[in-house]
């Protein structure tokens, strides 16, 4: 594993932020931490990071205590928070020369690594003139430059549009082809199931489901029932319990008024919904 | 090292692009050049306006460059960044610092070209010393005083607007407190509280060797209070 945390628990004054939390990141997977704003995803990351302490539990990375990470252990992170964090006033490639600089990485690899998010025609545009689906790459592409095992997404596309989106989904796919380990925080379930090999549901400070994506929603998939669409513009839902159910579709059929059919499997985001009351995007 | 020269030459690129930290290095030098050529009034003072302005120098420029950068680095994130990338803190600020004190020596040298390279002074202790050099030396004590208040405002600050508050009033009493006090002894009392118009008085004799106890005392006493509040600022903010 290349996280563990067991029994994770974190305080803000009087303020449990984390409730025992256990969770674990194999190597080479995408995991993902999804929960709406104010759960504590931002929270696990920077505990996990190193950049915040804990109160008890045990948290660890590489097989060591997240508090004793060095700096050259944290050299094998990539981390990408929810800000963007450039350089307004320095070019695409002026940005990743910094970091290339401090990780002491080749020049060579800053043009390899803007053809890998797209920027390659960019390279000389000031950060401050990208629009913010092109920050977020040229961020992406700060994170991995240097190749790291373990990458943290922290809400990746927040506020990106689809097409954006899109690129950066393929980019995360890439990293996870390559070999590299992800664990991403999103409130985007439809982004969490595309991506993630695992997932664990977090709301105000608790996990309160993990699980492959498929497995979850079949978890919870207990009034199967089926929609039909028909010709007419009218709505159906009838239970795939029901005996009526077969003999009510086939006449449907036969008469030919059915427009499309789908089961009614349950969502990431119902499945949310009925574990804590609330919407996944609730306040964010 | 190699992180701090980083954040040397990432602050050199990042200047030449940001006019409101460069017309700070840039406008006292360039002010000195074109006035000790055009104004030559009769009885004037020598060196008058390279005296002025290089007081006004130090108390402004290293100020408010290394209070705005740190807390522009802030307020958009790019120092957590740094961070993460495993830059040190303490290479952070040594760069930073490194950065604004040697852009302001070439101002500096820049006004000294002001002074003749042959003007030699002797001070009541007999000893002499070639004016530019101790016109440096006195501009190189000011600048660490006054880039240290502002890395003291940059901690502290959570933002840009919160460093700019924070800057303003300290920077218009070390640098204009001297000027003032050329016209009026009640501000000329209170202004020898603070480093500038100490600095001031051993500027108007050229020589380093003109500094009695008194002026020593005052301006380690604000190195040290500059340096508390530094400290304190770091301790209760960090570079967070």
């Not at chain 2, 006019?19 to 020598?46: C, D, H, R, S, Y």
């Not at chain 2, 610092?97 to 070209?113: D, L, N, P, Q």
């Amino acid at each position: 594993m290349m996280i563990t945390c067991t029994n994770l628990k974190k305080s803000f004054g009087d303020k449990q932020v984390l409730k025992d939390i256990n969770l674990s990141v194999a190597k080479g997977s995408i995991v993902g931490l999804l929960g709406p704003s104010g759960a504590g995803k931002t929270t696990i990351i920077k505990i996990l990071t190193g950049q915040l302490s804990y109160d008890s539990g045990s948290v660890r990375v590489f097989d060591k205590e997240a508090s004793k990470l060095t700096g050259e252990d944290k050299k094998r992170f990539g981390i990408m928070m929810d800000r963007f964090g450039l350089y307004d006033r320095l070019t695409c490639v002026d940005n990743l020369k910094i970091f290339a600089d401090i990780y002491g990485i080749k020049h060579i690899r800053i043009k390899e690594t803007l053809d890998e998010v797209g920027l390659k025609d960019d390279y000389k545009k000031l950060a401050a003139n990208l629009s913010k689906g092109m920050r977020a790459r040229l961020q992406l592409a700060r994170v991995f430059m240097h190749s790291p095992e373990i990458i943290f997404l922290d809400e990746p596309t927040a506020g990106l549009d689809p097409q954006s989106m899109r690129a950066i989904h393929r980019i995360i796919l890439k990293k996870k082809q390559e070999g590299c380990t992800i664990f991403l925080t999103t409130h985007n379930m439809e982004e969490a199931h595309k991506l993630c090999d695992n997932i664990f549901l977090l709301n105000e400070g608790k996990i309160v489901e993990q699980g492959t994506p498929e497995d979850i929603c079949r978890r919870y998939n207990v009034n199967k029932r089926i929609k039909l669409h028909l010709t007419n513009g009218r709505d159906l839902e009838l239970s795939q319990e029901s005996t009526d159910t077969a003999r009510e579709v086939f006449e449907l059929l036969n008469k030919g008024e059915i427009s499309t059919i789908h089961s009614t499997e349950p969502t990431l985001e119902t499945v949310f919904l009925e574990l804590t009351g609330k919407a996944l995007e609730e306040g964010a | 090292m190699r992180n701090i020269i980083v954040i040397i030459k990432k602050q050199l690129q990042d200047t030449f692009k940001n006019k409101t930290i460069l017309i700070q290095f840039v406008m006292f030098p360039l002010l000195t050049i074109v006035m000790e050529n055009a104004v030559n009034i009769e009885g004037m003072e020598p060196l008058f306006f390279t005296k002025l302005f290089s007081t006004m120098f130090m108390g402004m420029a290293p100020l408010t460059a290394t209070a705005g950068i740190i807390a522009e680095e802030k307020e958009k994130d790019t120092l957590r960044v740094l961070m993460m990338a495993n830059v040190k803190p303490w290479q952070y600020l040594i760069g930073i610092a490194t950065y604004v004190w040697t852009i302001c020596m070439i101002g500096a040298g820049v006004m000294s070209t002001t002074i003749p390279s042959s003007l030699v002074k002797t001070s009541s202790a007999q000893i002499s010393e070639s004016a530019v050099a101790s016109y440096l030396s006195i501009m190189a004590i000011g600048f660490v005083i006054s880039t240290l208040a502002g890395a003291a405002i940059g901690v502290f600050a959570k933002n840009q607007m919160t460093a700019t508050s924070l800057t303003v009033p300290v920077m218009l009493i070390l640098s204009f407190a001297p000027m003032l006090s050329m016209f009026n002894d009640k501000i000329e009392k209170v202004a020898r509280a603070f480093f500038t118009q100490q600095l001031k008085i051993t500027l108007d004799e050229m020589a380093l060797a003109s500094v009695n106890a008194t002026n020593a005392v005052i301006i380690a006493a604000n190195a040290v209070l500059f340096t508390a509040l530094f400290v304190f600022a770091y301790q209760r903010k960090g570079l967070e």
